[in-house]
């Protein structure tokens, strides 16, 4: 794998998958170069980094919406784009978007899940507590 400014981007903000964010994480411990090229990206975000490219990074702009992913569950999409959603899934492996999807997949709603049920439920009364009494 060949670490470059893109790849430290990524790194930076945990768009790579595990194993390629250790393989970059032990290159910047021995490579004195890498770090110091990290340090740098790092100091530029700090002041202000307004390219395209780390704005398009920043804000998921490539990203589906949650609303897509559940249509691409379902597959209730036009086949290009399950295409995309598959390619930014699988090749560009985004991790927000996977982890986007495995919370839906896992999302079986209250009835499934009684511990969760129960805790909402004591969410709902204890919140009640925090409301304005009505005079």
């Known amino acids: 794998m060949t670490i470059t400014k893109a790849t430290l981007d990524a790194f930076i903000d945990d768009h790579l998958n595990e194993q390629d964010s250790i393989r970059v994480e032990k290159a910047v411990r021995e490579s004195p170069e890498l770090h110091t090229l990290l340090k740098s990206?790092?100091?530029?975000?700090?002041?202000?980094?307004?390219?395209?490219?780390?704005?398009?990074?920043r804000e998921h702009l490539s990203c589906p919406t949650r609303?897509?992913?559940?249509?691409?569950?379902?597959?209730?999409?036009?086949?290009?784009?399950?295409?995309?959603?598959?390619?930014?899934?699988?090749?560009?492996?985004?991790?927000?978007c996977q982890a986007n999807l495995l919370d839906l997949n896992s999302a079986k709603g209250p009835k499934a899940n009684p511990a969760a049920r129960e805790k909402h439920r004591q969410f709902l009364e204890n919140s009640k507590l925090l409301l304005p009494k009505k005079q």
């Open 67 to 96: 609303e897509e992913l559940s249509s691409y569950k379902e597959e209730a999409l036009d086949t290009q784009r399950i295409d995309y959603i598959k390619f930014h899934l699988e090749i560009v492996g985004c991790n927000a």
């Open 41 to 57: 990206i790092v100091a530029s975000r700090d002041i202000g980094d307004h390219s395209i490219g780390a704005i398009w990074r």
